[in-house]
């Protein structure tokens, strides 16, 4: 069989000198690659992202603290902030994305390799440049110094008057180039999903995480475009003169705050949607069931993509907009939990009833279901302006955008990085180290996240550096902390299961999970073209078909 | 069997799929259309807002002139693309060619026009908001029609050299949809501009 002619040809492979294999990797536009260095990229700021948030609660575990200066700790939530929305969690799904898509759907690569390889370095560049305002940004602080204006930056702050120097113009131009890259690997999503499918894979018969992270690439579309807008006003204001933002000439910092939040809420979509995506795949392998209600699945997650361009604005309550809008805003934000909703429902009923087998992806899966929950009610409370007016940039919002991102999109990440590293290592992961990692991440995630909604309540507010004792948050801070030390022992023992067993794991096979989709009938990992063959389908699982050719899913589809 | 499962391609199945150009072209234009907008509405926004003077109804005068050079290169690079699918590559020329003077004409009424405003009115990007928001929008589109032009150029070259052959005429139509999506965005700018905010 061609698949025997593969391995040997690997095998064979006589081993090349470092820089050679270097020099492929910095030259490849193979998805598969281009994927994993996405990925590599990822958790290498996942790391730095967390030494930044780690820094930040030590310097609130106890009132009066001063194991930071206030300066330094403005720059370390921007730079916390800035990096893992825009260098960790969107090069991560952008990574999966690129990896799976292409296997998925059975073709060769993406619609466009050298986009895709031009896409990611641009990505990388806006990382690198950012991290090099450090050594390389005449800010505020003299010679030297990060973005502190949060990482939404509001206006006026970001003018030349109030930020000298060009640490906001790192921060601008950063996001300005991966923009760029985002809008890249978008644009390549969309036309390999619709123009490189295996014949038969009909819309109706792609994997949710097809659909998902089209509904995805189209989000991104509509959302960083109006960032890269935005920045360039910023940019015309500080180094052209211009006003857009400057309030003494008759311009408006109101309007940068809803330039950007028309980016910043469909970007939580762009965010959460691959990580619904993962769990849509996760949950019915590991319930032995197919996905419970597909079309509602998929119907759903453009109904979210679609009501999510039309709730910015929930941001913005406590701005102090006239009652139509915050009418408008809050019924949109209600809105949205209805589709949101049909998926949880839909992941649980095709649990329900199934086989469960709770090897560490489905633990994470499951995580995820109850924590986004979570998430999801807290927004909700938010989401009621008189609500949010009282809580309005407190921990309590805090909390709740950690809880989506971390309760939700990080624990789905992580669900899919058990779920799919046989297949792009060939190994099989350490199942004990793995639900260490789990058990340590949901005692750290908890300790951490649960308690923060609770100084929000008493009245403290986002960003400040320290606080005066006897207010009731101390214990609080100080549990919180606590919490993080536990996320941080998790994320030391999941980096240890992934090299421990790259280099030592046991062969995982081509199909460990017996599993229904295409990425899992090529060889793990899977050759360079991906398919010898390239495949037909006639159902939404491909796989079970060919296994079950006497009970085939196209029956019944 | 723990290894790959293979189907074989079945020919009687009648598998077609959009043309990659063009889908990517389609999404590349949603994603600028979304930059334009913002534009537009802060355009908007701020009309009479600016505090201090010009004024857009003392120093703006409508450039009808360029405004139909530059809608009449989307009829030139269609009638070129046009040719270019009946293989006759001397018409498809010649209309490319004209093309690419109609679009640097209307860059030069641009040029033109910006050079008056800056030295005999006086109107800059920092002078007041309308400043701002009219070189930003103005400039932006600009900005479009000169990397069109690029791109028409390039094509011009290989033509020239003899390269552009009847089987490129996907690639051509592809970056004709860019040069239609440049026009129409300059029938909006134009409304904003010298109807809206006049």
Same mark, same amino acid.
């Given at each position: 069989?061609?698949?025997?002619?593969?391995?040997?040809?690997?095998?064979?492979?006589?081993?090349?000198?470092?820089?050679a294999?270097l020099?492929?990797?910095?030259?490849?536009?193979?998805?598969?690659?281009?994927?994993?260095?996405?990925?590599a990229?990822?958790?290498?700021f996942?790391?730095?992202?967390?030494?930044?948030?780690?820094?930040?609660?030590?310097?609130?575990?106890?009132?009066?603290?001063?194991?930071v200066?206030?300066?330094?700790?403005?720059?370390?939530?921007?730079?916390?902030?800035?990096?893992?929305i825009?260098?960790?969690?969107?090069?991560?799904?952008?990574?999966?994305?690129?990896?799976?898509?292409?296997?998925?759907?059975?073709?060769?690569?993406?619609?466009?390799?050298?986009?895709?390889?031009? /896409?990611?370095?641009?990505?990388?560049?806006?990382?690198?440049?950012?991290?090099? /305002?450090?050594?390389?940004?005449?800010?505020? @602080?003299?010679?030297?110094?990060?973005?502190?204006?949060?990482?939404?930056?509001?206006?006026?702050?970001?003018?030349?008057?109030?930020?000298?120097?060009?640490?906001?113009?790192?921060?601008?131009?950063?996001?300005?180039?991966?923009?760029?890259?985002?809008?890249?690997?978008?644009?390549?999503?969309?036309?390999?999903?619709?123009?490189?499918r295996?014949?038969?894979?009909?819309?109706?018969?792609?994997?949710?995480?097809?659909?998902?992270?089209?509904?995805?690439?189209?989000?991104?579309?509509?959302?960083?475009?109006?960032?890269?807008?935005?920045?360039?006003?910023?940019?015309?204001?500080?180094?052209?003169?211009?006003?857009?933002?400057?309030?003494?000439?008759?311009?408006?910092?109101?309007?940068?705050?809803?330039?950007?939040?028309?980016?910043g809420?469909?970007?939580? @979509?762009?965010?959460?949607?691959?990580?619904?995506?993962?769990?849509?795949?996760?949950?019915?392998?590991? /319930?032995?069931?197919?996905?419970?209600?597909?079309?509602?699945?998929?119907?759903?997650?453009?109904?979210?993509?679609?009501?999510?361009?039309?709730?910015?604005?929930?941001?913005?309550?406590?701005?102090?907009?006239?009652?139509?809008?915050?009418?408008?805003?809050?019924?949109?934000?209600?809105?949205?939990?209805?589709?949101?909703?049909?998926?949880?429902?839909?992941?649980?009923?095709?649990?329900?009833?199934?086989k469960?087998?709770?090897?560490?992806?489905?633990?994470?899966?499951?995580?995820?279901?109850?924590?986004?929950?979570?998430a999801?009610?807290?927004g909700?409370?938010?989401?009621?302006?008189?609500f949010?007016?009282?809580?309005?940039?407190? @921990?309590?919002?805090?909390?709740?955008?950690?809880?989506?991102?971390?309760?939700?999109?990080?624990?789905?990440?992580?669900?899919?990085?058990?779920?799919?590293?046989?297949?792009?290592?060939?190994?099989? @992961?350490?199942?004990?180290?793995?639900?260490?990692?789990?058990?340590?991440?949901?005692?750290?995630?908890?300790?951490?996240?649960?308690?923060?909604?609770?100084?929000?309540?008493?009245?403290?507010?986002?960003?400040?550096?320290?606080?005066?004792?006897?207010?009731?948050?101390?214990?609080?801070?100080?549990?919180v902390?606590?919490?993080?030390?536990?996320?941080?022992?998790g994320?030391?023992?999941?980096?240890?299961?992934?090299?421990?067993?790259?280099?030592?794991?046991?062969?995982?096979?081509?199909?460990?999970?017996?599993?229904?989709?295409?990425?899992? /009938?090529?060889?793990?990992?899977?050759?360079?073209?991906?398919?010898?063959?390239?495949?037909?389908?006639?159902?939404?699982?491909?796989?079970?078909?060919?296994?079950?050719?006497?009970?085939?899913?196209?029956?019944?589809? | 069997?723990?290894?790959?499962?293979?189907?074989t391609?079945?020919?009687?199945?009648?598998?077609?799929?959009?043309?990659?150009?063009?889908?990517?072209?389609?999404?590349?234009?949603?994603a600028?259309?979304?930059?334009?907008?913002?534009?537009?509405?802060?355009?908007?926004?701020?009309?009479?807002?600016?505090?201090?003077?010009?004024?857009?109804?003392?120093?703006?005068?409508?450039?009808?002139?360029?405004?139909?050079?530059?809608?009449?290169?989307?009829?030139?690079?269609?009638?070129?693309?046009?040719?270019?699918?009946?293989?006759n590559?001397?018409?498809?020329?010649?209309?490319?060619?004209?093309?690419?003077a109609?679009?640097?004409?209307?860059?030069?009424?641009t040029?033109?026009?910006?050079?008056?405003?800056?030295?005999?009115?006086?109107?800059?990007?920092?002078t007041?908001?309308?400043?701002?928001?009219?070189?930003?929008?103005?400039g932006?589109?600009g900005?479009?029609?000169?990397?069109?032009?690029?791109?028409?150029?390039?094509?011009?070259?290989?033509?020239?050299l003899?390269?552009?052959?009847?089987?490129?005429?996907?690639?051509?139509e592809?970056?004709?949809?860019?040069?239609?999506?440049?026009?129409?965005?300059?029938?909006?700018?134009?409304?904003?501009?010298?109807?809206?905010?006049?």
């Amino acid at each position: 069989m061609s698949t025997d002619a593969i391995s040997t040809l690997r095998v064979e492979m006589p081993s090349r000198p470092l820089v050679a294999k270097l020099h492929e990797w910095v030259t490849t536009v193979d998805h598969k690659r281009l994927g994993i260095l996405y990925i590599a990229y990822a958790l290498v700021f996942l790391v730095i992202g967390g030494i930044e948030a780690a820094i930040m609660r030590i310097q609130l575990i106890r009132p009066h603290y001063n194991f930071v200066s206030p300066g330094l700790f403005n720059q370390m939530f921007t730079m916390h902030g800035t990096t893992m929305i825009f260098f960790v969690v969107m090069p991560l799904l952008f990574g999966f994305a690129n990896y799976l898509i292409p296997l998925m759907i059975g073709a060769r690569d993406m619609a466009f390799p050298r986009l895709n390889a031009f /896409s990611f370095w641009l990505t990388a560049f806006g990382g690198i440049f950012l991290y090099f /305002s450090f050594l390389g940004a005449n800010g505020l @602080y003299g010679a030297g110094s990060a973005p502190d204006v949060g990482w939404f930056a509001y206006a006026p702050l970001t003018s030349q008057t109030f930020s000298p120097g060009h640490s906001t113009d790192f921060w601008t131009l950063s996001l300005l180039v991966s923009g760029f890259g985002s809008i890249g690997t978008a644009i390549n999503i969309i036309a390999t999903v619709l123009c490189m499918r295996c014949p038969g894979m009909t819309l109706g018969k792609m994997p949710l995480l097809v659909w998902l992270n089209l509904v995805m690439a189209v989000l991104v579309i509509l959302a960083i475009s109006p960032l890269t807008a935005a920045q360039v006003m910023l940019l015309v204001d500080r180094y052209l003169g211009g006003h857009f933002f400057d309030t003494q000439a008759g311009g408006s910092a109101v309007i940068w705050m809803h330039f950007f939040w028309i980016f910043g809420h469909p970007e939580v @979509y762009v965010l959460v949607l691959p990580a619904f995506a993962f769990i849509s795949e996760i949950v019915p392998v590991f /319930s032995r069931k197919a996905i419970f209600g597909y079309p509602a699945m998929v119907a759903a997650a453009v109904c979210i993509a679609f009501i999510g361009m039309s709730v910015w604005a929930h941001h913005m309550f406590t701005i102090g907009m006239n009652s139509n809008a915050n009418t408008f805003f809050v019924l949109t934000t209600m809105a949205i939990a209805v589709p949101t909703g049909i998926k949880i429902f839909n992941w649980l009923a095709t649990m329900w009833g199934g086989k469960i087998h709770f090897k560490t992806p489905m633990l994470f899966a499951i995580g995820f279901l109850f924590q986004f929950l979570i998430a999801g009610l807290t927004g909700i409370m938010l989401g009621v302006a008189p609500f949010n007016w009282h809580l309005g940039n407190s @921990y309590f919002v805090v909390a709740h955008f950690h809880y989506v991102i971390v309760g939700g999109i990080l624990f789905a990440t992580f669900g899919a990085f058990y779920y799919w590293f046989p297949k792009m290592s060939g190994k099989m @992961y350490s199942e004990a180290l793995g639900r260490l990692h789990f058990w340590l991440f949901v005692i750290g995630f908890h300790l951490t996240f649960d308690f923060m909604h609770i100084p929000g309540l008493l009245g403290m507010p986002r960003r400040i550096y320290t606080y005066e004792p006897g207010r009731g948050w101390d214990t609080w801070n100080l549990i919180v902390t606590i919490g993080v030390f536990f996320q941080a022992a998790g994320i030391l023992v999941f980096a240890g299961n992934l090299l421990r067993s790259y280099f030592r794991g046991k062969t995982a096979g081509s199909d460990p999970w017996d599993a229904w989709t295409l990425e899992w /009938s090529t060889s793990s990992p899977p050759p360079e073209w991906n398919f010898a063959v390239v495949p037909v389908v006639k159902s939404r699982r491909p796989l079970w078909d060919l296994k079950h050719p006497s009970d085939p899913d196209w029956k019944y589809e | 069997m723990n290894t790959t499962f293979m189907t074989t391609p079945q020919p009687e199945l009648n598998w077609e799929l959009p043309a990659r150009g063009r889908t990517a072209m389609f999404c590349l234009i949603a994603a600028e259309s979304a930059i334009f907008t913002i534009f537009v509405v802060a355009y908007l926004f701020y009309i009479g807002k600016s505090l201090t003077g010009p004024m857009p109804k003392d120093v703006l005068t409508a450039p009808i002139f360029y405004t139909i050079c530059l809608l009449s290169s989307s009829l030139t690079i269609h009638l070129a693309v046009s040719a270019l699918r009946r293989g006759n590559i001397g018409t498809f020329g010649t209309w490319w060619l004209g093309t690419l003077a109609l679009g640097a004409a209307f860059l030069y009424g641009t040029a033109n026009e910006w050079h008056r405003l800056i030295y005999v009115d006086g109107l800059t990007i920092n002078t007041n908001l309308f400043g701002t928001t009219y070189y930003s929008l103005v400039g932006l589109h600009g900005f479009h029609v000169i990397v069109g032009l690029l791109c028409l150029s390039i094509v011009m070259v290989f033509t020239l050299l003899g390269s552009v052959k009847r089987e490129h005429v996907e690639r051509a139509e592809v970056l004709s949809l860019y040069w239609h999506f440049v026009d129409a965005v300059w029938v909006v700018v134009f409304t904003v501009v010298y109807v809206i905010g006049h």
